[in-house]
């Protein structure tokens, strides 16, 4: 467990009046007095288990979703503690969960996805009305990160709209941040084609959906494995879905990679 991540917990004890002694990032056993003090967590478990297991508990409490109380750092787990820090450490917000109550917002006027005829009847054709969108700051393919990408081809209709969202994530963010947290890494707009065992049209065709970072949001994965479901990515996707922008991911936690301008 990293140096920080006890000093964390101390703190966290510390601050329920448990006595852990000096928060100095060392599990000693003043510390490990005050775990044991926690209740509901195993005896016999080592000290490193019921510290994991005493920040499984916080995130609990703090309606951060962590799945079993086990003392083990997966995934979720390393998930949750950084969704904790934020609320705990920076009195910040928990990331929103339940789509729900996501933003409904639709400035633009997009289109529903379902039934396809909408989407006909608002985009045209697939493959046509393209144009290009001037991208306020440079990509990188995503599938070959040497690749600078300064402009894409996508529907006329979204262009100005996926304009000002990328504008306004380069001004949020700034450059060194987008790159860090690799909102540059895109992974294509139109393609047309058919979905997997379907007749319908992928959202691609018309180039009204944006790929980003597929690599680390794969088609599969869930927000305990999809970086962008991560609370440094809260503020990204709330300036898409501010221009009425659908992310697959927060509706319904899979293709993280993934946004369109289409409603659900
Ligand atoms: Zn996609």
């Not at 393209?130 to 894409?152: C, G, M, S």
Request: aromatic share 10%; proline share 5%.
């Amino acid at each position: 467990m990293k140096k920080e991540t006890i000093r964390f917990v101390q703190a966290q004890l510390n601050a329920r009046g448990l006595d852990a002694g000096p928060e100095d990032g060392i599990l000693g056993q003043r510390s490990l007095d005050s775990l044991n003090r926690v209740e509901g967590i195993p005896a016999d478990w080592s000290k490193t288990r019921k510290a994991v297991a005493f920040i499984q508990k916080l995130a609990k409490e703090n309606d951060i979703e962590t799945g079993e109380t086990d003392g083990y750092w997966g995934p979720q787990t390393s998930f949750a503690f950084e969704a904790l820090v934020q609320v705990l450490v920076e009195g910040r917000e928990p990331e929103i969960w339940r789509p729900e109550d996501l933003p409904d917002e639709n400035p633009n006027g997009w289109p529903k996805q379902t039934p396809q005829e909408s989407l006909f009847r608002f985009y045209g054709e697939v493959g046509e009305n393209q144009a290009a969108v001037e991208l306020p700051y440079p990509h990188k393919l995503a599938w070959n990160k040497t690749t600078v990408v300064n402009r894409f081809q996508c529907h006329e209709r979204v262009r100005d709209s996926l304009q000002r969202v990328l504008s306004r994530v380069r001004d949020h963010y700034g450059i060194e941040e987008v790159q860090r947290l690799r909102l540059d890494l895109w992974g294509g707009c139109l393609n047309v084609r058919k979905m997997r065992a379907g007749t319908k049209y992928s959202l691609h065709s018309w180039g009204i959906a944006v790929d980003y970072d597929p690599e680390r949001n794969k088609l599969k994965w869930g927000r305990n494995r999809a970086h962008f479901a991560r609370p440094d990515y809260d503020m990204w996707w709330r300036l898409w879905e501010e221009e009425g922008w659908v992310s697959l991911g927060r509706h319904r936690n899979f293709d993280w990679m993934h946004v369109q301008a289409a409603k659900l």
